[in-house]
């Protein structure tokens, strides 16, 4: 069986971007032939501060986004990460076989930590680590990956043959990327060159699944366009692409709402000025997103069932992942009296 693992952040609010890029394709991947672990990565989460009365709930609501969009956790394994130890657990020992080299090629520490490298946490520089840990705590088979996580899945690939080269072992796989067609990148709403992220300090920068109808147009009226008319077809090169980021930015969201390509959103609607373009987009993104709000309001107002869902994943979790510590403890000689 091909055991897949994926996580997402509960860094605050799901965004249009998580749901496009990530969560409506691990619903998809439920119906193939994968075994699916969906984890909320709260220990990743907290490599940037994140206040402790608001974590909680940050984690419910991801957790009631991943339902909400058709994660079935009768069928996939749908837990937080702290809950199940063994995360951090092999993270340590990954911490130990990973090299301080790697950690430096790592593209998303140095966009994070920005100017401050020196004041960002360990945690954020050692980040990859526990990712690999994620993984291959479970021996996933396959990630599905965005090109953002390209280089750190690279990663996972480096620690697991050096861990089974320095032990002289066959233990972990080497875990592959799946690539579910052309990767969505959602661009913020206030500059089409910089991604759609749940942290970005403006909330007009992005759209929350959470959102009620009147808050998505609204965001959608003001999203940041240029005085141009609708471009007539889908950009060249990434030269025409970069002269008009939030144009394109906006017809790709549609496009991946209504699963139509960029060419038939251009045909659609090519010429037209953007205001009533920004008013079909409204129309298609409340009419997709409206079922998914819908059922995340009515699942954050019973948060013990979230909770009992999440409880019971880390249980089935462990059912994995402890043998496999055990396992790995012995490998390395670490002593289980
Ligand atoms: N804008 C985006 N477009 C497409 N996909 C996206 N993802 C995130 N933003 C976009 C994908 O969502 C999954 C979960 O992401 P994450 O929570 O692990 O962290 P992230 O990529 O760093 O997402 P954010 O929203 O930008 O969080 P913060 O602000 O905390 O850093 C991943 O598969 C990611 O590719």
Not at 70 to 91: C, M, W
Not at 136 to 146: D, Q, R
Not at 259 to 274: H, I, N, Q, R, T
Request: glycine share 6%.
């Amino acid at each position: 069986m091909k055991r897949i693992f994926s996580g997402i952040q509960p860094s605050g609010g799901v965004t249009l971007g998580n749901y496009l890029g990530a969560i409506r394709n691990w619903a998809k991947l439920q119906q193939e032939d994968y075994h699916c672990l969906y984890c909320m990565v709260d220990l990743h989460a907290i490599t940037v501060f994140q206040d402790p009365k608001a974590l909680p709930q940050q984690t419910r609501e991801v957790t009631a986004a991943l339902l909400a969009a058709g994660i079935d956790p009768k069928t996939s394994i749908v837990f937080n990460q702290s809950a199940v130890a063994e995360h951090a657990q092999l993270a340590w020992i990954f911490n130990c076989v990973a090299r301080v080299g790697w950690m430096n090629r790592m593209t998303q520490f140095k966009e994070k930590a920005g100017k401050h490298r020196e004041n960002a946490s360990l945690g954020l520089y050692a980040y990859p680590a526990l990712m690999a840990a994620d993984i291959l705590i479970y021996k996933a088979t396959h990630v599905p990956v965005g090109d953002d996580q390209k280089q750190h899945l690279e990663l996972t690939r480096d620690v697991a043959q050096k861990f089974n080269s320095d032990y002289g072992v066959d233990y972990f796989p080497l875990t592959e990327p799946l690539i579910y067609g052309a990767a969505t990148r959602v661009m913020s709403l206030r500059d089409g060159s910089k991604k759609m992220s749940k942290s970005d300090p403006s909330d007009m920068s992005r759209i929350n699944l959470i959102d009620d109808a009147d808050t998505i147009a609204g965001k959608i009226r003001k999203a940041k366009t240029d005085p141009e008319p609708v471009p007539v077809a889908p950009p060249a090169s990434d030269e025409e692409r970069a002269a008009r980021p939030e144009a394109y930015n906006l017809m790709g969201i549609y496009a991946a709402l209504t699963d139509k390509s960029l060419a038939e959103v251009a045909d659609e609607f090519g010429g037209a000025p953007f205001s009533a373009f920004k008013g079909a987009l409204t129309d298609v993104a409340v009419a997709v997103m409206g079922p998914i709000t819908a059922e995340m309001r009515r699942l954050m107002d019973h948060p013990d069932e979230i909770d009992a869902i999440l409880r019971r994943g880390a249980e089935d979790a462990r059912e994995i992942a402890a043998p496999i510590l055990r396992e790995v403890y012995d490998i390395v000689g670490l002593l289980r009296p």
